[in-house]
């Protein structure tokens, strides 16, 4: 174990910062520079991190007056014709690399330094995407001895691959720090809080002010790209008022249609953010007020109190804005209900599961069934392929462990958000007599509807149905007596994705193989149809249908397996 004592704000500014020190690097604050550090001083340097606006977003901000290079961002766009001249023409070379591109640039790791950025990502990524979570490590294996690992909030070495723990362990320690102070809003409804109180408050004027905190700008990480929508819908945003930051999928380009990706300059007034612009990418302006939302009832939409709302907290650069150093925090609190001993049981049955399941695989294997052998979801979360066989990924259980022993208690120490929520009012529920059905309710709203407002009298507590009727005629201009149809047709409106995906599915055939430029061609002319602002990627296609890749000739073609995923 080593610690390092800086008395600057950035390493960038400490003279005896001269390269990003080898090992596991626990940096202690975010934005303190050394990223930078291995971008602006040493030779040349290979950075992975976890996200494609994390790339582009460094990429974005050289040259500069601190270094007069260029940094390349490479993700699975990059053409290797692309990085191969960019090194040939670049000394010493710069290269910002999603981790799972980080093997196609793996051939250059013989004369450049290794970093991974954002460590902490690793695990909470691993069940995601085993494969390149799992090649990262492996790479980064090869070259322990000379790799850093770059985290604020690293994960505790004991679930992290063993050979970790045999490298440099260093700690950086800043005499010169920041104290960010938050402005805690505890709502039993952390999403309709945020647009109640903040979003539609802020439409309807020019700036705002909370808890003497004026701001004309919001700046909002919220982990859900269909709340997002909905807020920005629910609140009737002006769309050119709006950015948003999220993961790159067709899956996200048919939920944000015509909100645009923000990508650099000046921020829009309202810019929401998902888990992926949480890490590392640096936002400068002078009147925005950062404001997280953390729903602790679904593990996805939660903040991290350790690691994500650290992250987020710090992506506001910008020392100007009299907000700096504030932010808002609207969150809930949720009893978990399943004690730690429970979970960690549920997390053992699993791993027999699994382990069973590999055993079932091989005997399939060895006997010629693997045509008819199924896999499931967890079987992929669970498992690595090598070859034609699968192992346990050690590291998905990891994370599970970590999740049920350090991060579930973040949300009861450590952070204080153990307040009361809101008083709220509760009525009771008037009984529809037993001889009305869902039918007489329809017939009842289509005889005395006006532009679809009815006076629903012993009928007004909100029942089922009725949200179910009412939404019919909102959204389609008709009712329903059918009222599983019905339910279905409006769980459906707004899921274009799903439309998208029945779509493309119906222009291939199974069996039949297509090439790239095939493939993308079909996509392109569905995207246009549904007027889809995305480039077709003949890779867009792996995540709808059962494919594999074949050589043809020497020609690379995709071959239908099953129209099922």
């Known amino acids: 174990m080593k610690t390092i004592t800086s008395d600057y704000e950035y390493v960038t500014d400490d003279p005896t910062f001269e390269t990003v020190p080898y090992g596991y690097i626990n940096k202690t604050v975010c934005g303190c520079g050394l990223t930078s550090l291995a971008i602006e001083k040493g030779n040349n340097t290979i950075i992975a991190v976890p996200t494609i606006y994390l790339t582009i977003n460094k990429a974005n901000q050289y040259p500069s007056t601190r270094y007069n290079g260029t940094v390349l961002p490479v993700w699975s766009d990059t053409s290797d014709s692309t990085i191969e001249e960019y090194v040939r023409f670049n000394y010493p070379f710069k290269i910002m690399v999603t981790y799972d591109s980080l093997p196609r640039v793996e051939y250059l790791l013989f004369k450049s330094r290794l970093i991974i950025d954002e460590s902490n990502e690793l695990l909470s990524k691993t069940k995601m995407k085993p494969e390149v979570i799992n090649n990262v490590f492996k790479i980064a294996e090869r070259y322990k001895y000379t790799v850093s690992f770059i985290s604020a909030t690293p994960t505790p070495l004991k679930y992290m691959p063993k050979w970790i723990s045999d490298i440099e362990q260093v700690t950086i320690k800043f005499t010169h720090t920041y104290k960010v102070v938050p402005i805690l809003f505890s709502r039993t409804y952390p999403f309709k809080a945020l647009k109640d109180e903040f979003i539609i408050p802020l439409k309807d004027n020019d700036t705002i002010t909370v808890a003497g905190k004026t701001f004309g700008k919001v700046l909002v990480f919220l982990n859900t790209v269909t709340q997002i929508v909905e807020i920005i819908k629910g609140s009737e945003l002006d769309i050119n008022e709006c950015g948003i930051i999220c993961g790159d999928s067709l899956k996200n380009d048919t939920k944000i249609m015509g909100i645009t990706r923000y990508v650099k300059g000046v921020l829009p007034k309202f810019l929401f953010c998902t888990s992926s612009g949480f890490c590392g990418i640096d936002l400068y302006d002078s009147?925005?007020?950062?404001?997280?939302?953390?729903?602790?009832?679904?593990?996805?939409?939660?903040?991290?109190?350790?690691?994500?709302?650290?992250?987020?907290?710090?992506?506001?650069?910008?020392?100007?804005?009299?907000?700096?150093?504030?932010?808002?925090?609207?969150?809930?609190?949720?009893?978990?209900?399943?004690?730690?001993?429970?979970?960690?049981?549920?997390?053992?049955?699993?791993?027999?599961?699994?382990?069973?399941?590999?055993?079932?695989?091989?005997?399939?294997?060895?006997?010629?069934?693997?045509?008819?052998?199924?896999?499931?979801?967890?079987?992929?979360?669970?498992?690595?392929?090598?070859?034609?066989?699968?192992?346990?990924?050690?590291?998905?259980?990891?994370?599970?462990?970590?999740?049920?022993?350090?991060?579930?208690?973040?949300?009861?120490?450590?952070?204080?958000?153990?307040?009361?929520?809101?008083?709220?009012?509760?009525?009771?529920?008037?009984?529809?007599?037993?001889?009305?059905?869902?039918?007489?309710?329809?017939?009842?709203?289509?005889?005395?509807?006006?532009?679809?407002?009815?006076?629903?009298?012993?009928?007004?507590?909100?029942?089922?149905?009725?949200?179910?009727?009412?939404?019919?005629?909102?959204?389609?201009?008709?009712?329903?007596?059918?009222?599983?149809?019905?339910?279905?047709?409006?769980?459906?409106?707004?899921?274009?994705?799903?439309?998208?995906?029945?779509?493309?599915?119906?222009?291939?055939?199974?069996?039949?193989?297509?090439?790239?430029?095939?493939?993308?061609?079909?996509?392109?002319?569905?995207?246009?149809?549904?007027?889809?602002?995305?480039?077709?990627?003949?890779?867009?296609?792996?995540?709808?249908?059962?494919?594999?890749?074949?050589?043809?000739?020497?020609?690379?073609?995709?071959?239908?397996?099953?129209?099922?995923?």
């Open 287 to 565: 009147e925005v007020m950062t404001i997280i939302v953390s729903n602790t009832r679904k593990n996805w939409q939660m903040i991290d109190m350790l690691t994500d709302l650290k992250q987020a907290v710090s992506r506001q650069r910008n020392k100007d804005n009299p907000n700096y150093g504030s932010y808002i925090y609207i969150y809930n609190q949720s009893i978990f209900e399943k004690s730690d001993e429970d979970l960690l049981r549920i997390t053992q049955t699993i791993y027999s599961k699994i382990i069973q399941a590999i055993k079932l695989w091989d005997y399939a294997k060895e006997n010629n069934l693997t045509d008819g052998y199924s896999i499931s979801n967890d079987f992929n979360r669970y498992t690595l392929k090598e070859g034609n066989d699968y192992i346990l990924n050690e590291q998905a259980f990891n994370a599970d462990e970590y999740f049920i022993m350090e991060t579930r208690k973040q949300y009861t120490v450590g952070f204080d958000i153990n307040g009361c929520f809101d008083e709220c009012q509760v009525s009771e529920n008037i009984e529809i007599p037993s001889d009305i059905g869902y039918k007489d309710l329809v017939d009842f709203f289509n005889e005395t509807n006006k532009d679809g407002y009815v006076e629903w009298s012993l009928f007004s507590t909100r029942h089922k149905w009725i949200y179910i009727i009412e939404n019919s005629y909102r959204l389609f201009g008709r009712t329903w007596r059918d009222y599983t149809h019905a339910r279905k047709m409006i769980e459906n409106y707004d899921n274009v994705y799903q439309q998208v995906v029945l779509d493309i599915k119906s222009k291939f055939q199974t069996g039949i193989r297509y090439s790239r430029k095939e493939v993308k061609s079909i996509l392109a002319d569905v995207y246009s149809e549904f007027k889809i602002n995305r480039t077709a990627k003949h890779t867009d296609l792996f995540n709808i249908i059962n494919v594999k890749e074949v050589k043809v000739n020497g020609d690379r073609m995709i071959e239908i397996i099953s129209k099922s995923k």
